[in-house]
């Protein structure tokens, strides 16, 4: 009977507390009902993603050396890759040298979960966060994405945000500016992230380094035997203009995005560039 009593003593309490709630329930929905909604008009305007978002895996094929190790350390098992080995002749003397190249490199959607361990162990930056997520097909086998598409995603990916205010500086910039070098930011309107590159001469705006501790003397470069011409140069060469133009006048009538039709036709008129200049040559 003991129990009993308290249970009716309870009763009213507990209907106290939920009609409260439910009050507090109603008053929350009267004060977002009277609110203006706002909603993001997808696909007419595009969502504005921050640089670091994962949406996709791009892949840069001219740093790809394929040493396996992104393959090695998925734990999914999700990344294929491809290759075979060529003798190329030495550029000065000396013994030829193998170089793998690159056949194929895929990535399975359909099984990777998007950790990032691949993104971070590729030694030589091969391998990038892309902000593109509209990948969908009807087909789970569809999913597998040859190293053609990952490529392609490569212009889709923004540049790194700046650093906050505090930040250190990484550290071969710190090296580079005390070694009496300067470093600047060199980025494509196609490329996908800025690579930092070493350029001779000390930069804008950095510190000269200090008379305490001088930079140690370099020694100087023993003289080489002339290459032969066409092997072993990279000679930088402006762009094929009307080739970049007739591309992205093509890409762009295809209904290709502004950000990936820049990138492709720019590498098409690198490619020309440099056809004409070895034929020039």
């Known amino acids: 009977m003991a129990i009993e009593e308290e249970d009716v003593r309870r009763a009213p309490e507990e209907r106290r507390a939920t009609g409260l709630g439910l009050v507090k329930g109603l008053g929350v929905t009267l004060k977002y009902l ?57 550029a000065s003397g000396g013994k030829a040298r193998s170089v793998k190249v690159l056949d194929r490199f895929a990535i399975d959607y359909a099984l990777c979960m998007y950790c990032g361990i691949c993104v971070e162990v590729c030694p030589f930056d091969a391998l990038f966060w892309s902000p593109e997520f509209e990948y969908a097909e009807y087909d789970i086998v569809e999913l597998l994405h040859e190293k053609e598409k990952l490529e392609e995603w490569t212009y889709t990916v923004l540049p790194p945000p700046a650093l906050e205010v505090g930040a250190e500086p990484a550290t071969e ?60 140069e990279r000679a930088e060469v402006p762009i094929d203009q009307e080739t970049f133009d007739r591309v992205l006048a093509e890409l762009l009538e295809k209904g290709t995005t502004r950000r990936v039709a820049e990138g492709q036709a720019r590498r098409a008129a690198m490619i020309a560039a440099r056809k004409k200049a070895a034929g020039e040559s």
Not at 48 to 72: F, H, W
Not at 178 to 195: F, L, N, Q, R, Y
Not at 200 to 219: I, L, R
């Open 173 to 232: 910039t710190v090296a580079a500016v005390a070694s009496g070098g300067g470093v600047t930011a060199v980025a494509s309107a196609g490329g996908p992230a800025p690579v930092a590159a070493v350029l001779p001469g000390p930069s804008v705006g950095a510190e000269p380094p200090s008379a305490a501790t001088p930079a140690p003397a370099a020694a100087p470069a023993p003289a080489a035997a002339p290459a032969p011409a066409g092997v072993g």
């Open 34 to 90: 009277l609110r203006r909604s706002v909603t993001q008009q997808y696909p007419e305007v595009r969502p504005d993603l921050p640089a670091r978002t994962r949406g996709v895996i791009a892949l840069k094929q001219e740093n790809c050396t394929v040493c396996y190790k992104c393959s090695r350390e998925c734990p999914d098992w999700c990344i294929y890759i491809d290759a075979h080995k060529e003798t190329h002749p030495p």
